[in-house]
């Protein structure tokens, strides 16, 4: 089995869904992407993240990110979790969710570790770029619920650091302050970097957020 590392092309597949047939590169198109499994249908802490991301639809539309989810049962019993979901958590479920009876698309993302359980997904989560490339990988127990949260955060610090030469601190927010990154030299900060810089140390080198 392939193991995926960030950098690497995700694996394109092509699968049925709650809302038809899916060709993933395709539906990706120049969205970015996030991929994220399920152990099971009708399990209590799916259903409330289900539930979540419904809610955060308008967020990660903002940020022209395209959600799928995935779980190992089958499209009739997804489309019946479906209904609960709504029903429990007070929203709709606008985003396919992929059926992968046959753990091609498990298999394919590494979603299933033996040690853990053999036959369900953990709780993995892909964020795919435009270009297609793996840019975030984050894997949860069985047991523990996401934090959609930090998702955006992450997306928004993935999303700035691709189009500026800048990393993000530690417990970083959109809108905060941002570290430019070593290979700029202090020559070059003017041009780049019209808001002014602080100089912490030589390698340490804080920015307002350029975008």
């Not at 435009?130 to 523990?144: N, R």
């Amino acid at each position: 089995m392939a193991t995926i590392r960030l950098g690497d092309e995700a694996p394109n597949f092509v699968a049925q869904s709650t809302e038809g047939e899916i060709n993933f590169h395709d539906w990706l198109g120049d969205s970015w992407g996030v991929l994220f499994s399920h152990p099971a249908d009708y399990t209590p802490v799916c259903t409330t993240e289900l539930g979540t991301v419904a809610k955060y639809t308008a967020e990660f539309e903002k940020r022209n990110v395209k959600v799928v989810a995935l779980s190992v049962d089958g499209l009739t019993s997804h489309e019946g979790w479906v209904n609960d979901i709504n029903e429990t958590q007070n929203t709709t479920v606008n985003f396919p969710i992929i059926a992968d009876e046959d753990r091609k698309v498990s298999d394919l993302y590494d979603m299933i570790h033996p040690n853990a359980d053999d036959t369900m997904t953990v709780r993995s989560v892909f964020v795919i770029g435009p270009d297609k490339k793996v840019k975030l990988m984050i894997t949860y127990p069985a047991s523990t619920g996401r934090n959609f949260d930090e998702l955006l955060r992450v997306i928004d610090s993935l999303q700035l650091t691709a189009y500026h030469k800048v990393a993000t601190p530690a417990n970083w927010n959109s809108g905060e302050d941002c570290v430019i990154v070593p290979a700029v030299t202090n020559e070059e900060i003017p041009a780049l970097f019209p808001k002014g810089y602080t100089e912490v140390k030589p390698y340490l080198r804080m920015t307002p957020q350029p975008n």
